[in-house]
């Protein structure tokens, strides 16, 4: 935990030392884009050879699905208490 949170400060001071260099930003954040698709990739592989995950998906798609609704109408109806409670009366 204590490697994590120096490489964390590590990046923060790295970044507010390169803040004004605009093209070595750009570069970075192409390398970062590339490297999230490259973990992504590898966490597909993993997740492709456990069988154990595999033989599950049914199960897990149907909860996931069911998640998501919850969060969407949990999401709306905040929105919607929100909206009331906020809007001006004229």
Do not use: C
Request: aromatic share 12%; charged share 10%; glycine share 8%.
């Amino acid at each position: 935990m204590v490697e994590i949170l120096l490489f964390l400060l590590a990046g923060i001071l790295a970044g507010y030392l390169i803040r004004h260099k605009h093209r070595l930003l750009n570069i970075l954040q192409r390398m970062i884009i590339w490297s999230i698709f490259l973990l992504l990739f590898l966490l597909g592989i993993t997740v492709g050879n456990d069988p154990m995950i595999i033989s599950s998906l049914p199960h897990l798609g149907l909860t996931a699905f069911f998640l998501t609704l919850a969060g969407v109408a949990g999401s709306l109806i905040v929105a919607f208490a929100l909206w009331k409670f906020t809007r001006i009366k004229h």
